[in-house]
């Protein structure tokens, strides 16, 4: 898997998941959608990387994965695999999906420049 770079212009896109998760459940919530990630979403055609990130608090995880186009996540979506750790974690917490196109991405300027 490739490392996840976001910048404008490149056709890609990400498709990000909050989950509202009950602190207790975040790790499992995490658990679950890495082995998926792990054995099944990284290997499918179109997929760039795929980010797990738990708030602090425990209360929300977001799921970040990059492709090369809205096509390959729809055949993932029909892939009984993936399908299975998607309804997993749709018992362990409230999910709100949505595909994204990045607008803009700032960096510090570099000392020296």
């Known amino acids: 898997m490739s490392d996840t770079v976001l910048r404008t ?3 890609t896109v990400a498709m990000i998941n909050v989950f ?3 602190p207790e459940r975040q790790a499992e919530l995490a658990a679950v959608l890495d082995e998926g990630a792990e054995k099944h ?3 499918r ?3 760039i990387s795929v980010n797990i990130l738990t708030s602090n608090d425990g209360k929300r995880l977001i ?4 492709w090369r ?3 390959d996540i729809r055949a993932t979506m029909t892939d009984p695999d993936c399908r299975l750790f998607r309804e997993r974690a749709a018992e362990l917490a409230k999910p ?3 595909a994204y ?3 803009a991405v700032h960096h510090p300027e570099t000392p020296g420049t």
């Open 9 to 11: 212009g490149d056709d």
């Open 20 to 22: 509202d998760v009950d």
């Open 41 to 43: 979403i990284r290997h």
């Open 45 to 47: 055609p179109g997929c």
């Open 63 to 66: 799921y970040l994965a990059q």
């Open 69 to 71: 186009s809205k096509a």
């Open 96 to 98: 709100d999906a949505h």
């Open 101 to 103: 196109t990045v607008y």
